[in-house]
């Protein structure tokens, strides 16, 4: 008698994933401006709000989710200007988007409820400006990777570059190591899904072919005088500028005002 063995199943497409486990989610929508943050809900019992890194959105989260939504509720949001949420209204501080947040949780899980809040690194951060708005209300913070705390850090090997001529697939290979570098204590957890995550930036959406190939050579510095497309000005209005009088377009003794990232 022949015995198969059962192959193995493939593993489930990012997409797919993301997509099964946003369907699983009730979604909340609370004031961002003119607009909305975006809240996903997953679960019951003591709420715990997961708070996403820079340039993410609530997928930084995608394998935590289900896990803990069997012990609690969990809310993981867009946090404004991120994601699915909108822009929020200036100032762009992180002030401001702690107090949108509070405001969020007022309405989304109302006083007296005590919660949980975990933030992955810019999220660390923000949550950090929040718990201190919502004060005893906040039963535990829990940072992760969070900046700001002049902890010490172990050596960090250098990022590698994404050239202009790089194939599709050789960038997202190196958008891999480097995601290696930055984030996973265990390589084999750089999947797929965690590189698609990473990979879904609202800075991306928001970019177009002429933005991903530019022309002409860029760096991180800008004359005062130029001025940014529509596309462009959605993706800078996010960064902190700091005006410089003593740069100018070339290393001589330009005094022309300008900006560095």
């Not at 993410?56 to 867009?78: E, Q």
């Not at 810019?122 to 829990?142: D, E, M, P």
Request: proline letters at 10%; charged letters at 20%.
């Amino acid at each position: 008698m022949t015995t198969e063995r059962a192959s193995p199943e493939a593993p489930e497409a990012p997409a797919v994933s993301v997509s099964r486990i946003e369907a699983l989610a009730t979604r909340q929508l609370t004031p961002c401006g003119a607009g909305s943050m975006v809240w996903r809900i997953w679960g019951e019992g003591r709420p715990l709000v997961l708070l996403h890194g820079a340039s993410g959105s609530w997928t930084h989260w995608i394998r935590n989710i289900l896990p803990l939504a069997r012990h609690v509720r969990v809310l993981a949001p867009d946090m404004p200007g991120f994601g699915d949420s909108d822009v929020p209204p200036q100032p762009h501080t992180a002030d401001a988007l702690a107090d949108l947040l509070a405001s969020g949780l007022h309405v989304v899980v109302p006083p007296p409820t005590e919660l949980d809040i975990a933030g992955f690194s810019f999220g660390g951060i923000i949550g950090g400006l929040v718990a201190a708005r919502l004060g005893r209300r906040v039963r535990t913070l829990v940072l992760l990777g969070a900046g700001g705390m002049a902890l010490p850090r172990a050596p960090m090997p250098p990022l590698l570059p994404i050239q202009p001529d790089m194939a599709p697939a050789e960038i997202q290979r190196v958008h891999r190591e480097n995601l290696r570098i930055l984030m996973m204590a265990n390589p084999d957890k750089v999947d797929d899904l965690a590189s698609s995550c990473r990979w879904r930036t609202s800075a991306r959406r928001a970019s177009s072919p002429g933005l991903s190939r530019p022309p002409t050579p860029c760096c991180r510095r800008y004359q005062q005088s130029e001025r940014a497309s529509p596309v462009s000005g959605e993706v800078v209005t996010r960064l902190r500028l700091r005006v410089s009088e003593t740069i100018g377009e070339s290393s001589r003794r330009s005094r022309a005002t300008s900006t560095s990232a």
